[in-house]
């Protein structure tokens, strides 16, 4: 949306690579459709060829973290930002060692988007992205910041539903209530999130797990809104019937992001006293098809 | 095994009926196989042709108890004793609300068998069966009785493995402490026993909940063995890969006893003052499953 409101954008592309060069990328969404020609896009192949650049967005899953050690330094030679729209909690953390704490901001998509084909992309529902600070330690909040509020402006300004948070950590709890059970029993029930919400059995389960993540949250310094487990089963209620992105990538045969939307969370939890009994379980539920999978 | 060993015996049979009366019945068993011809066996096809019986066994899955009212009336006509070999918790009350309470036993199999076609049972590991006298009250025990006595003397007798305990309910959840995560687990994630108990997450998941069947027996007012979870683990490890009963019914379209073996237990640990929070999340994942395959 950035490169299409005429702002400079340069796309770090694997394997679609060949396939945008020839013919664009085609992003069908809910906010209007629209398609960018290959040949006025600024495509790179690999890193090394991305010019320093003012703010770097990194969208890498998780699981391939391990490759921004190599990735970012081209696109942060000059002293960039780094914004890291990721999931998890504390994901931010590998991205801010290779380029310091303070060059790091994270942000959570509150949208259904998928991949759905060689430079096609399909945004069903929802847009919502708030961004802030990192900030390292779990109980520190930065406020919201200045350089935050242009990049916020920036996007809006490109018809994005930005939003700055003073608070990341909030920001991100906010978010795990959904990833986490709906993510998660996607999985290990085979289900759609319309399957899982329409069933008494389904929703009591997830409401547990979110109050789990709720107390979690408050026990680290985090009192989400009151009315925020409600709020969001209405807003699963509401959507558009969606297959999580842990599904996708479990069905694909692509690793899960565990670590960043299970293991971390109840970490933190259990650094401050906190358990979450349900989420655990469905965590070793998923470690083992995981590596049932691997091993198969 | 008893028939075989010379006892009268009498069979009520529903859909092996015809093929039994002209094949008899096959078993093989770790214990040594055998096989009983069906014209020297003594087939029913209805219960009204039953006799007036010394020892009815029931024999049927608790999903089927509905069917009490109108089966054992005939074999129990002259005042015999009723013995539920049955899962869960509490499901001799099915048959004691047709007898009264105090012509019902009730007796728990730690033993692997499956029936594998028309009258043709494979038992593959263990025989152990432990029996008791029914008591309604949760925390009531009985002390072996002179009748019980009597029965598994006539058991051994007939070579099978049989046990007495004064104490049903004990036994009754030293049998969910097995039949609670390996049914459950086994169905929820499409797994042997083998697999969950190879793989270290989901040992660790049957070990939560394991304890938490530990300790809702405890408040209960039954502390089983300290070892038993070790205990258990350990004949599972050992055990001839096995699918549960309850994975073998889900797997063959038939209802899972859910309600013996997990709704049951959660209401007796809930009256008594304690959560089985993992137990509980289980069991909204089966009801999940249940519930899409019937609506499937």
Not at 25 to 45: A, E, I, Q, W
Not at 75 to 85: M, R
Not at 215 to 223: E, K, N, Y
Request: glycine share 8%; charged share 20%; with cysteine.
């Amino acid at each position: 949306m950035l490169a299409h409101a005429g702002r400079e954008v340069h796309f770090l592309l694997n394997s679609d690579y060949e396939f945008v060069r020839k013919n664009g990328l085609r992003v069908d969404s809910v906010r209007g459709d629209f398609h960018l020609p290959g040949d006025r896009m600024n495509l790179h192949r690999t890193a090394q060829s991305l010019p320093p650049c003012d703010v770097t967005i990194v969208g890498l899953k998780t699981t391939r973290n391990h490759l921004l050690a190599e990735l970012l330094p081209y696109p942060a030679a000059e002293g960039g930002i780094v914004l890291c729209l990721q999931n998890g909690l504390h994901s931010e953390s590998d991205s801010a060692v290779v380029v310091g704490n303070d060059r790091v901001l994270g942000g959570c998509c509150f949208l259904c988007s998928n991949k759905v084909g060689p430079g096609h992309i399909k945004h069903i529902d929802y847009g919502r992205i708030v961004m802030g600070e990192f900030t390292p330690a779990a109980n520190a909040a930065s406020g919201v910041t200045d350089r935050v509020t242009r990049i916020v402006e920036d996007m809006r300004a490109s018809n994005i539903d930005a939003n700055a948070t003073g608070d990341l950590w909030a920001a991100r709890w906010r978010k795990l209530m959904w990833n986490i059970p709906f993510n998660g029993l996607s999985v290990v029930l085979n289900a759609s999130t319309r399957e899982l919400i329409d069933m008494p059995a389904t929703e009591d389960l997830s409401r547990t797990m979110m109050q789990e993540v709720y107390d979690a949250a408050a026990a680290c310094g985090r009192t989400l809104p009151l009315d925020s487990i409600n709020a969001t089963l209405d807003h699963t209620r509401d959507m558009v019937p969606y297959d999580s992105s842990m599904r996708l990538d479990f069905l694909a045969g692509r690793v899960m992001e565990l670590d960043a939307i299970f293991a971390a969370p109840i970490a933190a939890a259990s650094s401050a006293g906190a358990t979450m009994p349900t989420v655990e379980a469905i965590h070793q539920q998923l470690r083992f098809l995981d590596r049932k999978a691997t091993d198969g």
